[in-house]
């Protein structure tokens, strides 16, 4: 009994996601779809602007952990009181 040409019935070639992911080892930055990846640079001006947004982007959800933990903080103190 030979299972050289035996035909498991399993699909080896089928991929379910984009396996391409930037910081493996065998990522490979061509773009599909034939555009081109470019790399602008950014002034320092653009950069704060940027970080700026970032912060602002962010401060509600730390507005809300923030009143949030001070309910929290009231209630403990009322219920050991």
Do not use: C
Not at 33 to 56: C, D, F, I, P
């Amino acid at each position: 009994m030979s299972r050289k040409n035996k035909d498991d019935g399993f699909d080896t070639e089928t991929t379910f996601a984009d396996m391409n992911v930037e910081g493996f080892r065998w990522y490979s930055p061509k773009p599909k779809n034939g555009t081109k990846n470019v790399k602008h640079k950014v002034s320092r001006k653009e950069y704060w602007q940027m970080v700026k947004g970032a912060y602002l982007a962010i401060l509600p959800y730390f507005a809300i952990f923030l009143l949030s933990m001070g309910v929290v903080i009231a209630l403990a103190y009322l219920w050991l009181k």
